[in-house]
């Protein structure tokens, strides 16, 4: 993005409510932050342990993944913009 050529953009609706948690870490007022996403196990394109976490999914709501964004954006870099 630094040079002239090139640019970057970040659409403002990507995430709900992202300008307020920004205004609250920026006040300091930011203690923690949890996200939630909720897919079909067909949608995702996972790598690592997730793979098989994600085959053995059936029919019920499950949990694949708890931990931080951080971690989980290699393991799902193509479900995980944030």
Known sequence: A??????LYIPSGAMWGLMDIRRMADRGALTGLKI?????PKSFQLT???VAKN???TDEETVIYDGPVK?????APRNVNT
């Open 36 to 40: 939630t996403m909720k897919k079909h």
């Open 55 to 57: 085959a053995l999914v």
């Open 2 to 7: 630094a040079s002239a050529s090139h640019g």
């Open 48 to 50: 690592g342990d997730l």
């Open 71 to 75: 971690d989980l954006c290699p393991l």
